[in-house]
């Protein structure tokens, strides 16, 4: 005999349906606030294991569907750094090799039409208005390095007016200051003009912060051909950073904590380099040629950027943090040729100034010292550069007790005389992401070292330095000519984007 079901009680329903709806509500605001940090960790983990695609597919979807977060704004900013990079350079010249930009990797060409409007949905959802004019600012910047004037202008004005509105005068006085430099170095004269006439309405306080304007002024009078105003101008550039440097140090004169600006420090550097381009218009210039070409493994890089540079100012070009429009500055031809004609007298030095692209898998090279230029002088400077040498054993990082002998083997480098060898040992906790280490010389090899295929020195490692300690070592090989011209190494220029190297690199001393 079945049991009849009691049925529910209607009176039942509303308790019920409430019970439901709250239930659910609940797990809606549970999930609003618990899924953005979840996603967020999840994108990191991504980029450590170096899954760009996922970890910028996760990012998206972060943007996409909780805009007002922080971790939506986090991913904002990574994605935009990651566009960067596909303007990012290489600099190099004697004796240092710097890369612009962070370390991380470049955004797939698919996602970049993408990016713009979901950067915009995130800063358009902020609560907080300064946030969402951050994103906009930093959406210009990345346009204008990308040399998209048109939509680097467009974000930037935004950001500026925002700015404005919120009553943050020296963020939009900054951001300004961007506008101009975009003007200035497409011609446009005029419209940079404008922005300085908006800025200087602004009440910014302190003469360092009003130096920025001041030596923009002289940058702008200097391209219109008044030398004289320039010059005041710059003058009073560098008198207004000096008198406020001066300020810092009286007032953290007890705590002997000076606190310089790199707005200052930029200031300052462009009104010295202004005066030394006025300089440089009144020497008179000389019937020199320097000749030049760039070879790689049998081919030639085109549009590489070539700067003849002061050595005076060479400190200046590599230290400063913005981009600096030099007179003598050309690109390499499909040749990969370069050339210079009526350079002033004085001593020079060369900064090359590559695509991250086109030094992978090459390694250190030499680059001309610097030299002088005299009248009716020609120059030929041919530099090549070398695949990065290959260690065939050991591979990575090795352990080796303090008794072991080491077998080292490379490929060879055809033009090479003789190598250099350096065992870096790291000790300290296996686990630390960077540990201690030092350098130990090992040999230099002689031609009967080496035969066609590899080249090998056996010895065994006599260094009382190396007495009781156990670790990990790796190995960097050098190759030089006949004449000791370092042609590659095998550390490379660029390094892969998980290997634990510096940004800087001594290439030749």
């Not at 030398?227 to 003058?235: K, N, V, W």
């Amino acid at each position: 005999m079945m049991k009849e079901k009691n049925p529910v009680d209607k009176k039942q329903y509303p308790t019920l349906l409430i019970a439901v709806l709250s239930a659910l509500l609940v797990s809606i605001i549970v999930f609003v606030f618990a899924a953005p940090p979840i996603m967020h960790a999840t994108i990191e983990r991504s980029v450590i294991r170096n899954e760009i695609e996922t970890a910028v597919i996760q990012s998206f979807r972060l943007m996409r569907y909780f805009p007002w977060t922080s971790e939506a704004r986090s991913a904002a900013y990574r994605l935009l750094s990651m566009r960067e990079q596909s303007s990012s350079t290489v600099l190099v010249g004697h004796d240092f090799v710097f890369k612009s930009g962070d370390q991380l990797p470049i955004l797939p060409e698919k996602y970049h039409n993408k990016l713009p409007m979901a950067v915009e949905k995130v800063a358009g959802a902020q609560q907080n208005k300064l946030w969402r004019y951050n994103l906009q600012e930093r959406l210009g910047e990345v346009f204008a390095s990308l040399r998209d004037t048109a939509q680097a202008k467009r974000y930037l004005l935004m950001a500026c007016l925002g700015f404005e509105k919120e009553h943050a005068e020296f963020r939009a006085y900054q951001t300004y200051m961007k506008l101009f430099d975009i003007s200035l170095f497409s011609g446009l004269f005029d419209e940079a003009e404008s922005y300085l006439t908006k800025a200087s309405v602004l009440d910014v306080d302190g003469s360092i912060a009003r130096s920025e304007l001041v030596v923009r002024q002289g940058l702008l009078a200097f391209e219109r051909g008044e030398t004289a105003r320039a010059a005041d101008l710059f003058q009073k550039t560098i008198d207004m950073v000096s008198y406020g440097i001066a300020e810092i140090e009286q007032e953290n004169a007890d705590s002997n904590r000076p606190e310089i600006t790199i707005e200052a420090q930029s200031s300052y550097q462009k009104a010295k380099h202004g005066f030394q381009r006025i300089e440089a218009m009144s020497t008179d210039s000389t019937d020199s040629h320097i000749y030049g070409s760039i070879t790689m493994q049998n081919r030639q890089p085109v549009d590489v950027t070539v700067t003849l540079i002061p050595v005076k100012e060479a400190r200046m070009a590599i230290g400063s943090t913005e981009h600096i429009q030099y007179h003598f500055q050309t690109v390499t031809d499909e040749t990969g040729a370069f050339h210079f004609s009526q350079i002033p007298l004085d001593d020079y030095t060369y900064v090359f100034s590559f695509k991250p692209e086109q030094l992978v898998g090459y390694g250190a090279f030499y680059i001309p010292p610097p030299f002088s230029v005299t009248d009716q002088q020609i120059l030929h400077h041919d530099i090549s550069i070398y695949e990065r040498i290959a260690i065939r054993n050991p591979l990575g990082n090795t352990e080796m007790t303090e008794s072991g002998e080491l077998s080292i083997e490379w490929d060879v480098v055809p033009e090479a005389a003789w190598y250099d060898l350096t065992l870096v040992w790291f000790f300290g906790p296996p686990e630390a992401p960077f540990r201690n280490a030092y350098s130990v010389h090992l040999a230099r090899t002689e031609s009967n070292y080496y035969s066609t295929d590899v080249a090998q020195a056996l010895s065994q490692i006599q260094d009382r330095s190396l007495s009781g300690l156990n670790g990990y070592f790796s190995c960097n090989i050098k190759a030089f000519d006949a004449k000791g011209m370092l042609l590659t190494d095998s550390e490379g220029l660029l390094f892969d984007n998980d290997a634990n190297y510096p940004m800087w690199h001594i290439v030749f001393r």
